[in-house]
């Protein structure tokens, strides 16, 4: 399969994975079953029958409202489907239609609901950051064995690090920040280097932007998720961290 066929079928699964993706982000922190009971009109109650649950194309055509009661269907629902697509295509594009991309097809679909469940009630779910780091080390032993070892290494250094910083700060970083932060580590190896540098980079400037707004007594108190921080850092670290560690490598150790 040529990459560019790949990548198309990548946005196509990546889209429907999306639809599952916003049944995550909904039920799984609220403790629902994720099978059962099937998509529903948050306003009327009424089941949503397959054709008006094609992934973004019904929600265009309904014009993000029910078919039976006309109530408003959140943009996120589209918003999420197409990330998904983006993303896995982007992957592809990147590593290839091979089994060098399963490590980012898979860490993309850990990211998203990630970032809009941390979003919506600042948790990181344990049932997502448990079954990732699992699946990570399989990916790793199946497709790049040889680096097991850096990836170990990796998610126990990102870990440990945003550990601490939530034992010196507990009110500043939560549990669910430090099991991502190994979680990516596992993922990207000694990229996470760049995804955590960036992470911080962006939480501290988004900080800095709500003190400078609201002033400094009540910017301290806004709760702000580190999670779509770290998801940020990931996926620049995805894509193009390989390329800065051996920039930085090349420039500074030398």
Known sequence: MST??????????????????????HRLPRGENLATPGSRCPGCGTAIKPWDNVPILSWLLLRGKCRHCGAPIS?????????????????????????????????VLVLVPVTFIDLDLRIIPNKITGPAAVVAIVLVLLTRSDDLVEHLIAGA???GFLLAAALAYPAGMG???????????????????????????????????????????????????????????????????EDIVEWYLDTFAA
């Open 4 to 25: 560019a066929a790949g990548a198309a079928a990548a946005a196509l699964f990546g889209a429907v994975l999306g639809s599952f993706l916003n049944v995550v982000i």
């Open 75 to 107: 943009r996120r629902y589209p918003l999420v489907e197409a990330l998904t697509a983006v993303l896995m295509a982007a992957v592809v594009l990147r590593f290839g239609a091979d089994r060098d991309a399963w490590l980012g097809l898979v860490f």
């Open 157 to 159: 250094a990102a870990g």
């Open 175 to 241: 549990m669910g920040d430090v099991k991502l932060a190994g979680v990516m580590g596992l993922f990207l190896g000694r990229s996470v280097g760049p995804a955590m540098l960036i992470a911080l980079l962006a939480g501290t400037v988004v900080g800095a932007v709500i003190i400078a707004r609201k002033g400094r007594a009540e910017g301290r108190k806004t709760a702000v998720p580190f999670g779509p921080f770290l998801a940020l850092g990931s996926l620049v670290a995805l894509f193009a961290g």
